[in-house]
T-cell receptor, first 113, second 114 residues
Framework: DQQVKQNSPSLSVQEGRISILNCDYTNSMFDYFLWYKKYPAEGPTFLIS?????DKNEDGRFTVFLNKSAKHLSLHIVPSQPGDSAVYFC????????????FGTGTRLKVLA | GAGVSQSPSNKVTEKGKDVELRCDPI?????LYWYRQRLGQGLEFLIY????????KSGLPSDRFSAERTGESVSTLTIQRTQQEDSAVYLC????????????FGPGTRLLVL
């Protein structure tokens, strides 16, 4: 049973446009969410996070939005750059086990020059 | 500074053999995690260490899997009598403390069981 779902396995976006990556979760106990980026042959690297007390967190070109009622979060990248091409993983945790992140299956983003 | 390192980067083994995967966390990080990513799936939590103790082994898929950590540093994940379904990328991560927000991942070990 997949508690964190990324339903789009891939996404292509033109350079300079906005990339929107989506993530849905089923466990209402999740209260902390993260996005990781992964390049081929490398481990995932932390990108941005959001606590459930917020509905938006922004860091430069990256913004994460959280809709608790819909159990949905999204990552916006604007403007998208070719170097953003990677696999993006959404992850979630609950207060009872902050170390045990539940990851989605990832979305492969390709930014076209 | 040095990040999380893992060895070997790739391992091909025959079904039934034992394998050992190594993780060197970031120096000073007290928490260490092992994850597995099978083809087309997300990262799957296996085990977590706080210091040299493993308070949570709930993710280990079977008793063929074991892990240890020594000196609050290096960790070894051992898979005995490997099966083809063990083929995956095994990722190690570390964080300053268990409650730290950010886990830093190593590059992973790609295991192929023939």
């Amino acid at each position: 049973d997949q508690q964190v779902k990324q339903n789009s396995p891939s996404l292509s976006v033109q350079e300079g446009r906005i990339s929107i990556l989506n993530c849905d979760y089923t466990n209402s106990m999740f209260d902390y969410f993260l996005w990781y980026k992964k390049y081929p042959a490398e481990g995932p690297t932390f990108l941005i996070s959001i606590s459930s007390i917020k509905d938006k967190n922004e860091d430069g070109r990256f913004t994460v939005f959280l809709n608790k009622s819909a159990k949905h979060l999204s990552l916006h990248i604007v403007p998208s750059q070719p170097g953003d091409s990677a696999v993006y993983f959404c992850a979630a945790s609950s207060d009872s086990g902050t170390y045990k992140y539940i990851f989605g299956t990832g979305t492969r983003l390709k930014v076209l020059a | 500074g040095a990040g999380v390192s893992q060895s070997p980067s790739n391992k091909v083994t025959e079904k039934g053999k034992d394998v050992e995967l190594r993780c060197d966390p970031i120096s000073g990080h007290t928490a260490l995690y092992w994850y597995r990513q099978r083809l087309g799936q997300g990262l799957e939590f296996l085990i977590y260490f706080q210091g040299n103790s493993a308070p949570d082994k709930s993710g280990l898929p079977s008793d063929r899997f074991s892990a240890e950590r020594t000196g609050e540093s290096v960790s070894t994940l051992t898979i005995q009598r490997t099966q083809q379904e063990d083929s995956a990328v095994y990722l190690c991560a570390s964080s300053l403390m268990a409650s730290s927000e950010t886990q830093y991942f190593g590059p992973g070990t790609r295991l192929l069981v023939l």
